[in-house]
C-alpha cells in the first residue's frame, strides 16, 4: 500500500513545530514553524502545499537566526560588550530584507566576519593591560631609593623601557593599521567596561597609569 | 620580493582546496568562478608583498576570505526540494538515498580527518626541520645574512636524536590523538541515523519526524564528546591546581552543560543555549583569575628579590643564580649591585602591593594566594627559609643598608644544608604525570616529557 504521504508530512511538521514550544528564547521559531505546519494541515492534497508553503520556510530560517542573534545580542548587553554586540545588531536590523537563505547567509558570514575585524581592531587597544607591568617598573626604578653612584644605571632602566612601551606601542599601531589604516590607539578606551573588567586594579589606579601611559606615547 | 611560500602557504592552501573540491565534484557555476578569481587575487598579493601581516591586512580589508567562504558555501549547496515538490514528480526514496548517503560521506570524512590527524602526530620531526631549514636558507640568501658556517639543520637534527633517546615520544602525539579523539562519539549518532533511514519501509516525512521525536538530530550536534571535553577540561584544572577560580569555573562549565540537558526531552542541552551558559561562567570568572595571577606575581616577585638579596652576600653566590653565567670579570661587580640596590627595589614592589591590593608584606603570608600555593605545594622555597626570609632577612633589608654577618652566616648554613627549597616542590608535576598518564596511558608522561628531576631538599614539608 502507498504511504500515506500527506499525513506524514502533517505529522513531521507538527513535531517540527513542536520543537520550540515553551521555550521563550525562540519564540520566533515557534510561531514561523507554527505557520507552517498550519498550512500543512490546511491541505487536503500533498499537491496543494506547493502553493500553501509560499515564503514559509524562508520565513522559518529568518526567525531562527533572529531568535539566536536575540540571544547572543541579549548576552553582550549584560556585558556591556559593545562592539562584540555589532554583528548581532546589525543581523537582526538586516535580516527582514533577506528573501531567501543564500540572502541570509551571506549576510550572517559577511556581519560576522567584519564584527571579528572590529573586535581586533579593538582589542589592540589593551596593549595598555600589558603595558601596566612595565609602567611599575618605570615607578619602581625612579622611586628606588639606592646609593648615588647608581642613579645613572636606574635612570637608564628607566628610559629603556619608556623607549620598549613607545616601541611597543607604535608597532601595534603600524601592525594595526594595515587592517584598518587610520587606526589610532586609544588607551583611554580600557576604562569602559569590556575592557576594564578585565583590569585588576582599582578606578584611581587606573586614572594614574592612563595618564603617565597617555604622555609617553603621545596618544 | 614575494612572500615566501613557507609562509604564504598555509594562508592560502585552504582555499585552494576549496577549489580542488568544488572542481574534484564537477560543480561549476558563478559562485566557482568568482572563488578562482579571489584566490587569483590572494596569489597575486602574495607576489605583490612581502610582509605577511600586510598581506592579511589588505586580505581583509578586500574581505577575500568572508567572501570566498561565502561562495564556496553558495556553490556547494544543492538546490531545496523538500516537501514543494509536485506529487507526479515527487521521488521519496530518492530524497531518503540522497540524505542517508550524504551522512554516509560525513561519516568517512571524520574517519578521514582522525587518520590525518594519527598522520600529522606520527611525523617524522625531522620533516618539518628539512622544510624550516631550507626557508631559513632562502630567507638568509635573501637578506644578505650570513649564517657563518653554521648548519642549523644539522645541529637541530642532532638535538631531535638526542631529545628521542631520552624520551622516545617527545615528538609523536599519536596516544594523545587516540584518546582526545572524539570521532566514534560523533559518528554513532550519526549512524543513528543512517540505520534510521535504512529501516525496511521507512519514508522521507516518517525519517525526518523520528529523529526529531528520538533526539538523534540533536545528539548528531556533537553532545557526547563535548561534555568529555568538559570533564576533561576540569580534570585538568584540577591536576594543575593553578587557582581555585580555575577548578570552579570548569565545575560550573559541566554543572551548566547537565542543568541544560535535564531541562531537554532527550537529555541534550540546546547548542545555542549553551554557548552562552558558558560564556557567562567565563565572563564571571576571568576578572578573577586575572586578580589572582597579578597578586600571586607580584609577592613571588618580592620573596624571589629578598632572596636574591640575601644570597648576594654568600660565599657561593658566583657560582649559582642569577650571577652563574656573567662574565668572571663583571661578576663582583653585579653580585655588589644586588646587594646595593636590591632593598630599594623590594620597598617600591611592597609599595605597589599595598597600593594596588592593600597587601602589606605581612599580609602575604596569611594572603589566600599563598596558602594556595603551600597547600598546592606550588611554592618554591621552604617553610623554614620563608620564615627566615620573612622574620630575620626581610628586618633588614633597608634601602643603602646591608645584612649583617649573623644573617650571612645562617644563609650561607641553610643554602650548605639544602634546606632552601620546598622538598614537595615536584608534586604539581607528579600530579600532571599522574593525570596525564591515567588519560594517555601509564608511562606516557615520562616518554614524552622525561623524568621529573627530584628536589634535593633537606627542608620539612610545608604540610
Redesign the interface.
Given at each position: 500500500m502507498e504511504?500515506d504521504?500527506l499525513q506524514?508530512?502533517k505529522?513531521?511538521y507538527r513535531?517540527?513545530a513542536e520543537?520550540f514550544a515553551n521555550?521563550t528564547?525562540y519564540k520566533f521559531s515557534y510561531e514561523a514553524e507554527s505557520n507552517l505546519s498550519n498550512a500543512m494541515h490546511s491541505c487536503n492534497?500533498?499537491?496543494e502545499?506547493?502553493d500553501k508553503?509560499g515564503n514559509l520556510?524562508e520565513i522559518c530560517a529568518n526567525a531562527l537566526i533572529k531568535d539566536?542573534h536575540i540571544?547572543?545580542k541579549a548576552?553582550y548587553e549584560k556585558?556591556k560588550e559593545e562592539i562584540r554586540v555589532l554583528a548581532a545588531d546589525r543581523i537582526l536590523e538586516n535580516l527582514d530584507d533577506c528573501t531567501n537563505?543564500?540572502e541570509l547567509?551571506?549576510l550572517v558570514?559577511?556581519e560576522m566576519?567584519?564584527n571579528s575585524?572590529e573586535i581586533s581592531m579593538d582589542e589592540y587597544q589593551r596593549e595598555f593591560q600589558g603595558d601596566w607591568g612595565q609602567l611599575?617598573e618605570i615607578?619602581?626604578?625612579e622611586?628606588?631609593?639606592?646609593?648615588g653612584n647608581?642613579k645613572g644605571?636606574?635612570q637608564s632602566v628607566v628610559e629603556e623601557v619608556q623607549k620598549s612601551i613607545i616601541e611597543g606601542n607604535e608597532s601595534t599601531e603600524n601592525?594595526a593599521?594595515?587592517?584598518?589604516?587610520d587606526y589610532v590607539m586609544k588607551p583611554e578606551l580600557n576604562k569602559e567596561h569590556r575592557h576594564r573588567?578585565?583590569?585588576?586594579?582599582?578606578d584611581e589606579?587606573l586614572d594614574e597609569q592612563l595618564e603617565k601611559y597617555k604622555s609617553l606615547i603621545k596618544r | 620580493m614575494p612572500i615566501d611560500e613557507f609562509i604564504l602557504g598555509p594562508m592560502i592552501t585552504p582555499y585552494e582546496n576549496m577549489i580542488k573540491d568544488v572542481d574534484s565534484r564537477s560543480i561549476s557555476n558563478e559562485h566557482t568562478e568568482e572563488m578562482k578569481n579571489l584566490f587569483k587575487r590572494m596569489q597575486e598579493l602574495g607576489q605583490e608583498h612581502s610582509d605577511i601581516?600586510?598581506f592579511?591586512?589588505?586580505c581583509?580589508?578586500e574581505?577575500l576570505?568572508?567572501k570566498f567562504?561565502?561562495l564556496y558555501?553558495?556553490a556547494i549547496?544543492p538546490q531545496?526540494t523538500e516537501?514543494?515538490?509536485?506529487?507526479a514528480d515527487?521521488d521519496?526514496a530518492a530524497l531518503l538515498k540522497q540524505t542517508v548517503s550524504a551522512l554516509k560521506q560525513s561519516i568517512d570524512q571524520i574517519r578521514q580527518s582522525k587518520e590525518a590527524a594519527l598522520k600529522e602526530a606520527s611525523k617524522d620531526p625531522k620533516e618539518n626541520l628539512a622544510n624550516e631549514a631550507a626557508f631559513a636558507r632562502r630567507f638568509a640568501a635573501q637578506h644578505g645574512i650570513d649564517s657563518q658556517g653554521i648548519d642549523i639543520e644539522k645541529a637541530q637534527s642532532a638535538n631531535i636524536d638526542k631529545q628521542i633517546a631520552k624520551n622516545p615520544n617527545a615528538y609523536n602525539n599519536s596516544a594523545e590523538i587516540e584518546v582526545l579523539d572524539n570521532s566514534e562519539d560523533l559518528i554513532k549518532p550519526i549512524q543513528d541515523l543512517i540505520d534510521l533511514g535504512e529501516q525496511e519501509?521507512m519514508?522521507f516525512?516518517?525519517y525526518?519526524?523520528i529523529q526529531?521525536?528520538k533526539g538523534l538530530d540533536k545528539a548528531m550536534e556533537g553532545s557526547v564528546s563535548t561534555r568529555k571535553g568538559l570533564e576533561y577540561s576540569l580534570n585538568w584544572a584540577k591536576a594543575s591546581m593553578t587557582s581555585p577560580f580555575h577548578i570552579e569555573k570548569c565545575q560550573k562549565h559541566l554543572d551548566v552543560f547537565d542543568k541544560l540537558a535535564s531541562e531537554q526531552k532527550f537529555g541534550v542541552p540546546?547548542w545555542?543555549?549553551l554557548k552562552?551558559a558558558t560564556?557567562?561562567v567565563d565572563?564571571e570568572f576571568?576578572?578573577g583569575m586575572?586578580?589572582w595571577a597579578?597578586?600571586t606575581s607580584r609577592w613571588e616577585s618580592i620573596l624571589d628579590d629578598i632572596h636574591d638579596w640575601s644570597l648576594a652576600y654568600c660565599s657561593h653566590a658566583g657560582y649559582v643564580d642569577p650571577w652563574k653565567d656573567i662574565a668572571v670579570s663583571r661578576k663582583p661587580k653585579a653580585i655588589q649591585?644586588s646587594k646595593?640596590?636590591l632593598?630599594?627595589?623590594i620597598?617600591?614592589?611592597e609599595r605597589?602591593l599595598l597600593?594596588?591590593f592593600g597587601i602589606s608584606f605581612q599580609d602575604i603570608f596569611t594572603h589566600e594566594t599563598f596558602n594556595w600555593a603551600i597547600e598546592t605545594n606550588s611554592i618554591y622555597h621552604s617553610k623554614e627559609f620563608i620564615e627566615f626570609l620573612k622574620e630575620k632577612v626581610y628586618q633588614t633589608c633597608v634601602?643603602?643598608q646591608h645584612m649583617p654577618d649573623e644573617l650571612i652566616a645562617e644563609r650561607e648554613r641553610l643554602s650548605k644544608e639544602d634546606r632552601e627549597v620546598n622538598p614537595k616542590l615536584t608534586e604539581p608535576a607528579e600530579r600532571t604525570k599522574k593525570f596525564y598518564d591515567s588519560k594517555f596511558g601509564e608511562g606516557r608522561f615520562v616518554s614524552k616529557f622525561g623524568e621529573i628531576t627530584p628536589v634535593e631538599s633537606n627542608a620539612a614539608p610545608w604540610n
Open positions: 504511504p504521504y506524514q508530512y505529522d513531521y513535531v517540527r520543537r521555550n528564547n492534497e500533498l499537491i502545499f506547493k508553503i520556510n539566536e540571544m547572543e548576552f556585558h537563505t543564500e547567509t551571506t558570514i559577511e566576519n567584519k575585524l611599575d615607578e619602581i626604578y622611586n628606588a631609593v639606592v646609593p647608581y644605571e636606574m601592525e593599521r594595515k587592517f584598518q589604516p573588567r578585565l583590569i585588576p586594579y582599582a589606579h | 601581516s600586510e592579511t591586512g589588505i581583509m580589508q574581505d576570505f568572508g567562504g561565502i558555501g553558495q549547496t531545496p516537501g514543494s515538490a509536485d506529487p515527487y521519496d519501509g519514508t516525512p516518517d525526518l519526524r526529531i521525536e540546546n545555542k543555549q552562552w560564556n557567562d565572563y576571568e576578572p586575572g586578580k597579578e597578586i649591585k646595593d640596590i632593598p630599594g627595589i620597598k617600591q614592589k605597589l597600593k594596588y634601602p643603602l
